[in-house]
């Protein structure tokens, strides 16, 4: 049990989950009554093209409703903004594809509450269960794991992971800003930048129970390309005259 008054938001990004949406949401209210866990959630439907408003409508959560596609980082931003001027403590993202158990949720929440980081981060690569991802994309997180070393000074196993918890100093700099297309190794150097206290914790994982990744074989290149050149920019913007 996690004794603590501060009020959690779970913001879930949707598109076209409706296979998995509704078990996500189910998990994480199952969490707040097994927990007393002061949890709400917010699922950001990202202009879905298939039933998932629907279904969504159904679940007696928050929800925000995009008309247009704002992509993984645009469509958290949102929710981050809507956490933040509702004055909530720590946000946590839960993707909405089903890989991220919410019973591993209170690992992320801990050394939020117990003061000892500003951003957690759930990593695959601590411990040795669970789905750890294809061996092509694990080469490309190690390079990113080097390329966060040597911008920021920090070694973060897991860059890509987009189960992470903040709390509200985080909150506040990404509620003002936040990388849109493929933002987790990107917000690992804004992170640096602002000097927020980073650590991670081993979760456990499952392969995602539905939907489609938004990166495919095909565009590999232009995601590493894009995330390395954004990641540059990051920098470059933040980094001190």
Known sequence: MINSPRSVLAIVPCYNEESTIAQVVSELYGLRRSHRLPIDVLVVNDCSTDRSLSVIRRLGCDYLDLSVNLGIGGAMQCGYRFAFRRGYSIVVQVDGDGQHPASELPKLLQPLLAGEADVVIGSRFLGQTGFRSTYARRLGIRFFRFLNRLLVGQTVHDSTS????????????????????????????????????????????????GGTSSISSLNSIYYMTKVTLSSLFVFLRLKPD
């Open 162 to 209: 987009g189960f992470r918890a903040f709390n509200r100093q985080t909150l506040e700099i990404v509620s003002r800003y936040y990388p849109d297309e493929y933002p987790e190794p990107e917000a690992i150097v804004q992170f640096g930048m602002h000097g927020l206290r980073m650590k991670e914790v081993a979760v456990e994982m499952r392969e995602r129970q």
